[in-house]
């Protein structure tokens, strides 16, 4: 199955993976992200594995939850494409694919939301034992050290690292964490109108008093 991975949750780097004819390609820009960047990286990625974009059997993308102008780069370039072309689509939690960069089967993972704010879940093998959620930075450090001491791992963001050079975590996405979510995630594709961004956070126009 010839599959392409964006990843544009983040709002300031774009990553890529395909998987084409039992071979894998990766390029990111760490830099920047929007569409001006996503266009020409997937056009070179294409042409480095010399396959076509109607090749590609599946496409996914980082579902969030994550900057909102990212997520809705990402999200809409895949479901144009897969409307364009008739194909399937998959969605990652971003942080269940922060999650990946842990071995341990019980990982609690967390990412940066700006202003002293994270975003957090925890997951337990395939299941999600904290759903995902939006706390403060002290909360999140409050129960990055009870599931810790309960055995779970730490995955973080770059972003983070502080934190999980704390906890005795990683940090970081690249080229294995997206290789192990697109084929995880890639079986069970589904129509491009059944996937949506995942929001846990409003858009800050919509926060008032006590909103984080």
Same mark, same amino acid.
């Given at each position: 199955?010839?599959?392409?991975?964006?990843?544009?949750?983040?709002?300031?780097?774009?990553?890529?993976?395909?998987?084409?004819?039992?071979?894998?390609?990766?390029?990111?820009?760490?830099?920047?992200?929007?569409?001006?960047?996503?266009?020409?990286?997937?056009?070179?990625?294409?042409?480095?594995?010399?396959?076509?974009?109607?090749?590609?059997?599946?496409?996914?993308?980082?579902?969030?939850?994550?900057?909102?102008?990212?997520?809705?780069?990402?999200?809409?370039?895949?479901?144009?494409?897969?409307?364009?072309?008739?194909?399937?689509?998959?969605?990652?939690?971003?942080?269940?694919?922060?999650?990946?960069?842990?071995?341990?089967? &019980?990982? %609690? =993972?967390?990412? /940066? $939301?700006?202003?002293? !704010?994270?975003?957090?879940? #925890?997951?337990?093998?395939?299941?999600? @034992?904290?759903?995902? &959620?939006? %706390? =403060?930075?002290? /909360? $999140?450090?409050?129960? !990055?050290?009870?599931?810790? #001491?309960?055995?779970?791992?730490?995955? @973080?963001?770059?972003?983070?690292?502080?934190?999980?050079?704390?906890?005795?975590?990683?940090?970081?996405?690249?080229?294995?964490?997206?290789?192990?979510?697109?084929?995880?995630?890639?079986?069970?594709?589904?129509?491009?109108?059944?996937?949506?961004?995942?929001?846990?956070?409003?858009?800050?126009?919509?926060?008032?008093?006590?909103?984080?």
């Amino acid at each position: 199955m010839n599959y392409l991975f964006i990843d544009t949750a983040e709002g300031t780097r774009t990553l890529l993976k395909l998987g084409a004819e039992e071979r894998y390609f990766y390029d990111e820009n760490m830099a920047r992200s929007g569409s001006e960047t996503l266009m020409p990286m997937i056009d070179g990625l294409l042409t480095e594995a010399g396959v076509r974009l109607s090749d590609i059997d599946v496409f996914g993308a980082c579902v969030g939850p994550g900057s909102f102008t990212g997520l809705r780069i990402g999200l809409t370039t895949v479901k144009t494409f897969c409307y364009a072309l008739g194909k399937k689509c998959f969605g990652v939690n971003n942080l269940r694919l922060n999650s990946y960069n842990n071995d341990n089967g &019980k990982v %609690v =993972s967390v990412a /940066d $939301a700006g202003n002293k !704010v994270c975003y957090i879940a #925890a997951f337990d093998g395939e299941s999600e @034992t904290v759903p995902t &959620k939006c %706390v =403060s930075a002290d /909360d $999140a450090q409050r129960i !990055v050290s009870e599931l810790t #001491a309960d055995g779970y791992a730490l995955s @973080t963001d770059v972003k983070l690292s502080t934190l999980a050079e704390k906890f005795g975590g990683k940090s970081g996405i690249g080229e294995n964490e997206m290789r192990i979510a697109a084929e995880k995630f890639a079986a069970n594709a589904v129509d491009q109108i059944e996937i949506e961004p995942l929001y846990v956070r409003k858009a800050q126009p919509e926060r008032g008093e006590g909103d984080l």
